[in-house]
């Protein structure tokens, strides 16, 4: 998937189900989905390090693809627009 497609497709998710997430996941996710903070620049926010940034960025990535694929909000609305 085009790295782009794949940032705004899980934008999207976050705006949909990010409250599920644990609230340090939301923190993480929030700064890199909606603020575009590199994960270099979160880490420094949270100190922690790089790659723990990178983990728990991956760990909310599958929650949220988990989510949808039991709830299909983000299929109906996509579906929607295209009329």
Same mark, same amino acid.
């Given at each position: 998937m085009e790295e782009l497609k794949k940032t705004v497709m899980f934008g999207d998710l976050f705006e949909l189900y990010g409250k599920? @997430?644990?609230?340090?996941?939301?923190?993480? &996710? =929030? @700064?890199? $989905? =909606?603020?575009d903070l590199t994960l270099s620049e979160i880490a420094? +926010?949270? =100190?922690?390090?790089?790659? &723990? +940034? $990178?983990?728990s960025l991956k760990k909310?990535?599958?929650?949220? @693809?988990? +989510?949808e694929s039991k709830v299909g &909000?983000?299929?109906? +609305?996509?579906? @929607?627009?295209k009329g």
């Open positions: 599920l @997430l644990s609230p340090s996941q939301q923190q993480v &996710a =929030n @700064l890199y $989905f =909606n603020d420094e +926010i949270v =100190n922690v390090s790089r790659q &723990a +940034i $990178f983990d909310s990535e599958k929650k949220l @693809l988990e +989510i &909000a983000l299929k109906i +609305i996509s579906e @929607l627009k």
